[in-house]
Each structure stands twice: as C-alpha cells, then as structure tokens.
C-alpha cells in the first residue's frame, strides 16, 4: 500500500479524491498497489465540503503530512506560490515524491526543485499544470522527445478561451462570461493571472523547459492578456475572417526564444480557431514527426484530476517498481529572449478617426514613413462625424509599427487609436 498526502481540498483536490475514489479498483490494477488517502491539509476546517471524511483525514496543519515518516506522495494542489513553494521544498527534502498541477510554481522555481528532487532521490511530475486534462508533459518528456521542436502555439488558458467563445457565439458581455468561470472553477484563485495573461505565460515557460530544454526566466516573457478585447474587436475579427484566441507562443531560433503571450487574430479556417469553451490546445512542430495537435479540456475539476492522479499513478508505480524517470535537467540551458520590438508580425489597427477628407493620405504617409505597408483597410461608415476605421497590415516589426502609431496618435484628425491585436497568419 502507498500513501498519499494531498495539500488542498478546493476544485482540483476535490476531483483527485473523486477519482481516487471511483476508480479505485481500476487503479490499483494499473499500480499494482493500493493507494490510500492519509491527510489532506485545508485552510479551513470548518469549511462546508461536498465530500465526508473520516475523522482526522482533514488536517490544517501542513506538517502532519510533510513530515510524516508514513506518506509516500505528497500531491500539491493549495495553489499561489507562498507557502505551496515551501512545502513542495520541506516535501521533497523528506523524500517524499511530489505532485503538483501548481504552473506558477514549476514556472518560477522549477530550476530549485528539479534540483533538489534529484539531489534527492524523489520525482516531481506536473502534468495537471499545463493545459488541464491534455497529455502533453509526459509527450515532451518521453513520446516527442526523439524531435527537435522549434515552434510551440498553445491555447492555454480555459477561462479565457471561454470567456473569448462566450463573447463571439453567444454574444455575452466580458463581466458575464468571467462570473460563469469562475463559478465553474476553472478561474484561479486571483482571476487576473487568467484574464491578463500570467498563468498563459507560466504554462508556455514550463512547455518551453520541456521542449526546447531552456530554463526561461518567466519574467521576461511577453505578456498581453484579454482585457482590452471589446466586442467590437470580435465581429470586427469575424467580418475579415478571423476569431480572437489568447495564444501562448514559443520559437526557437539562433537569434534566441521568441516567446510571448497575448490576443491574436487566427485564421478562422486554422485547427486553433475551433478550439472552444474551457478546451486547451497544443500545436507544435517536431522535425521528425511534423506537426502534432492535441487538445482537451484544460481547467476543472475532473479534466484537471485526471493529469494530477495519472501523475500519482506513475510515481505509485515506480515507487512500487524500484524505478524512477530521471529528467536530464542538468544539460538544459538558460534562454536568451528575443525582444519583442525585434519580432515581426501582421498587426490588426482599429482607430476612431474625424470623417474629413484627408485623414486617411495622412494615416498613409505615416505608415509609408515607418516601413508599414497595409494588408487591408475597412473604412465604417457611420452617421456620425467620428468613424471607425480598421487595417491589417502586412508582416513588420514591433517597433517600426510603435513609431509610426505614436506619430498617428498625434495627428489631430485621430481620435484615438482603440485596438492593437495581432494577426498570426503563419502558425
Ligand atoms: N481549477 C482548475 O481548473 C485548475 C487549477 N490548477 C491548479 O491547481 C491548483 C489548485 O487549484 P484549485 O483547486 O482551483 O484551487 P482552489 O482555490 O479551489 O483550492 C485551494 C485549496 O487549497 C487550500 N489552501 C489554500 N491555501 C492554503 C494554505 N495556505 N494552507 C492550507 N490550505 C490552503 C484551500 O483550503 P480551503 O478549502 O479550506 O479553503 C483549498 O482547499 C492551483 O495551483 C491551480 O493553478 C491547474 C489546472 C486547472
Ligand atoms: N485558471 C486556469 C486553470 C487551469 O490551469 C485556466 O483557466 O486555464
């Protein structure tokens, strides 16, 4: 028999217990031990929960599980980086094998605690982190690895995947759709790593780690999040044959990692733009194997739970085996980022503008001036003498476009420009 700790009842630690617990007969067979639930350590004891335990499971002491000379795993799943980062540590210093879904953690101090875990003899698996029930850890780690891959574009992030759908198809307020994620689970404890980016840029850091075997600080990772997505910008997108998605990308080339976060216009005939609601995608190319998709839900309870006990599964067996998979995180290399003004794209440009002769030979000059050529250009027309007025442009890099946007900002027949988003024609 093994035993297992589980730090945090919430969404995710509630549906590794249902699991455990339905499938239990399933699993032993698979393990080829048992696997028993010993402590789960909460916040508040006193909390109404939708699963009864015996007494003395429930612990709000982390210690009777860390330190427990008993337990064999310690699965973490409270979430945040204080004190998740310090039990994991305590953990792993007591030999225990870890779990965790925690991508802020991985992200952040990955370095530490491969480290450490080595040092130590035990295994720390983190399949739940990245992209919630999708299988694509363990791919990087064994099923891909005989690639070298060089591009990685993610959908990563369920809330705002449902969010971005729920305002296109259902043609819901931002505000409405949030509330809904939220009460479903999928959201993290602060909704703002999900809605502005972070807990995209903490997944493609952990999937850049595996992949392109470079430890990236994610600090210096490029992050935009959706906030700034008006409705507008949606039928906009759909008129000129695109959908809005929140991409997680990652290049690697001789110049360095182009890796970043943020809102993209994708063709609405691309794989990626049928990626809905709470799914999460990975999209990568491998030179032998070509390209790979895969996708599924990536937040909640029970796609979540499923990554996080295939993972105690795998460390059950190999403990009960005598094996353990050694990650050969002592080659992997520190990343040089590539500045994002040095990265070209296509950019989609919504303004508000005077209608008045000559605002649009003013606009071109600009972008003539700056190396900006124009893709394409759809002009509102409104009764109204403030209009809308959209353009696509061709492939240029970041900062020739800040340049001449700062230039058209000033020009008096513009009154302001609204959206910047760009446009990912190539993935
Ligand atoms: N929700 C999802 O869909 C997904 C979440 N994840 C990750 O899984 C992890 C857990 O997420 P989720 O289940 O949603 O989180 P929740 O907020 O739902 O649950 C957190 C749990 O941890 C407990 N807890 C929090 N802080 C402490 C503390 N300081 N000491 C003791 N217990 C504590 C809470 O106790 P109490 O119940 O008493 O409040 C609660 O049981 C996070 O790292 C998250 O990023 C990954 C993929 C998907
Ligand atoms: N908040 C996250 C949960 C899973 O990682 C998300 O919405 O994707």
């Known amino acids: 028999m093994l035993k297992i700790g589980i730090l945090g009842l919430g969404t995710v630690g509630s549906g590794v217990v249902k699991i455990l617990e339905k499938n239990e007969e399933n699993i032993k067979n698979k393990v080829g031990a048992k696997l028993k639930i010993e402590k ?53 210093e007591n030999g225990k094998n870890i779990v965790t879904a925690n991508k802020l953690v991985i992200a ?61 198809k259902k043609n819901k307020e931002f505000a409405d759709s949030l509330a809904q994620a939220q009460k479903f689970g999928f959201a993290e404890a602060d909704p703002a790593s999900d809605i502005e980016g972070a807990d995209a840029a903490y997944k493609i850091t952990i999937l850049s780690l595996l992949a392109f075997e470079r430890f990236v600080d994610v600090n210096s990772v490029y992050v935009e999040g959706i906030t700034n997505i008006a409705s507008e910008d949606i039928k906009l997108a759909a008129e000129m044959g695109y959908i809005i998605k929140l991409l997680a990308i990652a290049k690697n080339s001789d110049q360095g990692l182009d890796i970043r976060v943020h809102p993209a216009f994708v063709p609405q005939d691309h794989p990626l733009a049928m990626i ?21 839900r990536g937040a909640g309870q029970m796609p979540t739970g499923s990554a996080v006990v295939s993972d105690i599964m795998q460390v059950s067996k190999d403990i009960n085996f005598n094996q353990r998979e050694v990650q050969r995180i002592d080659k992997f290399l520190d990343s040089q980022v590539v500045d ?79 959206n910047i988003i760009r446009v990912e024609n190539n993935i």
């Open 108 to 168: 952040k101090h990955g370095k530490v605690i491969f480290k450490k875990a080595d040092e130590n003899n035990v295994q720390v698996c983190y399949e739940g982190s990245v992209a919630g029930g999708l299988p694509i850890i363990r791919p990087l780690q064994n099923s891909l690895a005989a690639n070298k891959i060089k591009k990685i574009y993610g959908i990563l992030n369920g809330t705002t995947n449902y969010i971005l759908t729920d305002m296109s």
């Open 340 to 418: 994002i003004n040095e990265i070209e794209n296509s950019f989609y440009l919504r303004l508000e503008v005077y209608d008045q002769p000559g605002v649009m030979a003013h606009i071109a000059k600009i972008f003539g001036d700056n190396n900006v050529s124009l893709a394409s250009v759809l002009q509102k027309q409104k009764d109204n003498p403030i209009v809308p007025l959209v353009f696509i442009t061709h492939q240029v890099k970041e900062k020739d476009l800040n340049k001449s946007l700062k230039a058209i900002e000033s020009l008096k027949d513009v009154v302001k420009i609204n």
């Open 276 to 296: 809905n609601g709470t799914y999460n995608c990975v999209y990568l190319h491998g030179d032998a194997v070509g390209q790979v998709m895969s996708t599924a």
């Open 40 to 92: 789960i350590l909460v916040n508040n004891l006193n909390k109404k929960r939708e699963l009864n335990f015996a007494q003395g499971i429930l612990t709000n002491d982390a210690a009777e599980i860390i330190d427990n000379p008993e337990i064999d795993i310690v699965v973490e799943l409270i979430g945040g980086e204080y004190p998740a980062y310090d039990y994991i540590i305590k953990a792993i």
